[in-house]
């Protein structure tokens, strides 16, 4: 009887690790947004990264990746914001409260971008290949 509990216990405790660690390593994952040399979904797994724009703000302005991973950005504020790369590769054009963009990193490198109607707010996103 105390082996079927000793058992229980340890196979409970292990799973719950597991489920934690799962969890841990994974994101948002949405479809919704897109853009040109972008994708939509999550290209290099099942999951992405989200960063909220909320108080005028990128909620994760440093964001490292591999390549094919999917960002997601979602406004969380109350007034409309843009993400849009510093050098022109994505631009999710006006995004209203509510609204969200995804984009895929398919190349390596540091991307930089920035809110057009707000200055103040910029990030990065750096992109490691796998």
């Known amino acids: 009887m105390k082996k079927n509990i000793l058992f229980a216990t340890i196979s409970s405790l292990l799973i719950a690790a597991i489920l934690f660690f799962a969890c841990s390593k994974g994101g948002y994952s949405s479809n919704s947004g ?3 040399g972008g994708g939509t979904g999550g290209g ?3 999951t992405s990264n ?4 909320k108080g005028s ?13 999917t960002v997601t950005w979602m406004n969380d504020d109350n007034m409309t914001h ?3 790369s510093d050098n022109g590769v994505f631009n999710s054009g006006n995004m209203a409260p509510g609204s969200s963009y995804s984009y895929t990193f398919s190349a390596a490198g540091t991307f930089n971008y920035h809110c057009i109607i707000h200055s103040g707010m910029t990030g990065s996103v750096t992109v490691s290949g796998m």
């Not at 989200?50 to 724009?53: G, K, L, N």
């Not at 703000?57 to 991973?69: C, K, M, R």
Request: charged share 0%; hydrophobic share 35%.
């Open 44 to 46: 290099g797994g099942t």
């Open 57 to 69: 703000a990128f909620s994760n302005p440093s964001l490292t990746v591999v390549t094919g991973t």
């Open 34 to 36: 897109g853009g040109s």
């Open 50 to 53: 989200i960063i909220y724009m």
């Open 82 to 84: 843009t993400v849009t």
